[in-house]
């Protein structure tokens, strides 16, 4: 694990350039997310880490686009709180990367457009 101190409010005290090796995050999704997780359990917990990468691998039948949302955990309330947003108009591997600031994420599939996909995640830390 990388050496970095975070303050108080999750920001790095120091610059973090070690990436941790890729995890599976998501694997083999074919449907959105009709909620948010009900917990932290399948999430990232990013402690200590600034960035999240996501690399995502789509596939599909007669697909438009697939859009998601990486979601932020709120320890006080145990409630997830909606980040960004980001559309794919193809399948194929796609990057994407997050300012965590340490936070526990999630990248939730929030909707498609198509006739069907299947996507996987992974994550990757730095």
Not at 30 to 52: F, K, L, M, Q
Not at 74 to 90: I, L, P, V, Y
Not at 110 to 124: E, Y
Request: proline share 3%; with cysteine; glycine share 8%.
């Amino acid at each position: 694990m990388a050496n970095v101190r975070i303050d108080q409010n999750g920001i790095p005290k120091g610059p973090v350039y070690e990436w941790t090796v890729p995890e599976v995050h998501r694997s083999g999704v074919t449907a959105v997310d009709a909620s948010d997780p009900a917990d932290t359990s399948g999430a990232i917990n990013c402690a200590g880490y600034e960035h999240c990468r996501f690399d995502i691998t789509i596939d599909g039948t007669g697909f438009t686009s697939l859009e998601v949302q990486v979601i932020f955990w709120n320890s006080r309330q145990s409630k997830w709180f909606g980040g960004a947003k980001k559309e794919f108009t193809s399948t194929d591997q796609h990057a994407l990367l997050v300012e965590a600031r340490g936070a526990i994420i999630f990248l939730k599939v929030i909707a498609f457009s198509g006739t069907s996909f299947t996507m996987s995640a992974d994550s990757v830390l730095s």
